[in-house]
């Protein structure tokens, strides 16, 4: 399969999709059954604008519209055309980062509201599916972490001990996962051996895309919800003066924000839910922008356990199965991140996680699917969900960490909390505003990654 030059998209591409070739999503959910909205033509008013459309903004779009809020969305290309519609679709409280790097960080009080947060975030997925009778793919399965190294060597030996701290930590912090020695993989027939892992429980998985279609087509319905595609946000202005350290507001609280086209939409509050929010200096000097990559194999089906699998690199690789058709499944496998901008040779990772693939899963077929995504990582780990920067009625959804799909339901629970002033214990360790201590730790190499 030739590549497709991330830089050359026509442009129905790029109104679908983030990316210049399709990932997997595609096979059972074309671009053609994605719900459709109008484009916003004139002034609009709601309680809380959400500006986009993947799981993040329909999380918090559910969570408000269900406790009786006026929602407007607006997606500044066709709805589901981010980065949600271009993950792997884990859904996992084994982290793309170590525990014990977020106990670190964080404190290890910090680290329990973490992985209980996001062990919540697995399992609401479930829930809402079943409420609103989305049928996803979700599944409940286990996960695992193994050695990047092969057993026998000095490396590996190494590498278990570490692992073994963490799956330490990990249970201290409250999650259901333990350590095996000697543990394989059903359907890892290859000659590399690389037994012993972190077996995690109660993970899940789940095809975002039609869950996502199924939250759009539940919001259609209501009667306190309007959607706008192709209408790009271009500037939030707040009215009034907010004094942040004492939380006071004087004067008017509209905020006004303001279209490409001309349109304003007035609201109470509003919501980047935009991967890159619009106040970007705030933010972006404390995070990574990560470029990764996924292919999807045809496998037999019952040729391997349907789980998730890690691995221990610091450019991981990570593999789950899905529906293809009768007779196989599609065994995804991703991984192969680099910082964005500084690689351009695209066939040679696609090369390698295929490669990954046949040496380990000796059924995998041919690759039917090669596409790539980016990652925002925040220097301090966790995804900042909160008020933005000097604001008090506007909110940002950022900094994925690998983890897009959790972090944007815990956002869809506590932004919604936010916003109509109920409690959260998981607040303050997702706050931007709350995150100077954190970012601290990290500063040296803040630093000399944005001078790069």
Request: charged fraction near 25%; aromatic fraction near 8%; charge should be negative.
């Amino acid at each position: 399969m030739a590549a497709t030059q991330p830089w050359k998209m026509d442009q129905d591409q790029f109104f679908h999709t983030s990316g210049a070739t399709d990932p997997v999503w595609i096979h059972d959910v074309p671009y053609s059954k994605i719900p459709t909205f109008p484009k916003l033509e004139q002034d609009t008013e709601a309680d809380v604008l959400i500006i986009g459309s993947g799981i993040s903004g329909t999380s918090i779009a559910y969570e408000l519209v269900k406790q009786g809020k006026h929602v407007v969305m607006i997606e500044a290309r066709d709805m589901l055309s981010g980065e949600t519609g271009r993950t792997s679709g884990h859904l996992s409280s084994d982290l793309d980062s170590a525990y014990q790097e977020i106990v670190s960080k964080h404190g290890k009080d910090g680290a329990r509201l973490a992985a209980e947060s996001q062990q919540w975030a697995v399992e609401r997925v479930g829930e809402i599916s079943k409420e609103l009778g989305i049928e996803c793919e979700y599944r409940r399965l286990k996960g695992y972490t193994v050695s990047q190294y092969e057993k026998g060597t000095k490396d590996h030996d190494d590498d278990i001990a570490d692992l073994q701290k963490e799956a330490q930590t990990a249970a201290d912090l409250g999650l259901d996962c333990s350590w095996q020695q000697n543990f394989a993989i059903q359907g890892w027939d290859g000659g590399k051996d690389q037994r012993d892992a972190i077996v995690y429980n109660n993970q899940a998985t789940f095809h975002p895309t039609k869950y996502v279609v199924g939250l759009l087509e539940w919001l259609k319905k209501q009667s306190n919800f309007q959607a706008y595609s192709r209408t790009r946000a271009v500037n939030i202005e707040t009215k009034g003066l907010n004094i942040p350290i004492v939380n006071v507001h004087i004067g008017d609280k509209t905020v006004e924000t303001s279209t490409l086209d001309g349109q304003t939409i007035k609201s109470e509050s509003v919501v980047e839910a935009t991967c890159v929010p619009l106040q970007k200096l705030s933010l972006i000097v404390e995070q990574e922008w990560m470029r990764t990559y996924c292919i999807a194999m045809k496998i037999p089906k019952g040729a391997m356990e349907d789980c998730l699998v890690y691995d221990s690199a610091e450019a991981y690789k990570y593999a789950r199965l899905t529906a293809c058709d009768e007779q196989n499944d599609y065994f995804i496998v991703g991984g192969c991140d680099h910082a964005v901008g500084q690689e351009a040779d695209y066939d040679a990772r696609y090369k390698e996680l295929e490669d990954w693939s046949r040496a380990r899963f000796t059924k995998v077929g041919q690759v039917d699917y090669r596409w790539s995504g980016q990652v925002f990582e925040p220097v301090d780990i966790l995804a900042f969900i909160g008020r933005a920067t000097g604001k008090d009625r506007v909110y940002v959804v950022t900094g994925d960490s690998g983890n897009g799909l959790t972090h944007g339901t815990i956002a869809g629970k506590l932004i919604s909390d936010m916003i109509v002033g109920n409690a959260n214990p998981w607040q303050d360790i997702y706050d931007p505003q709350k995150r100077l201590g954190s970012i601290a730790k990290s500063l040296p190499h803040m630093v000399a990654h944005d001078v790069q």
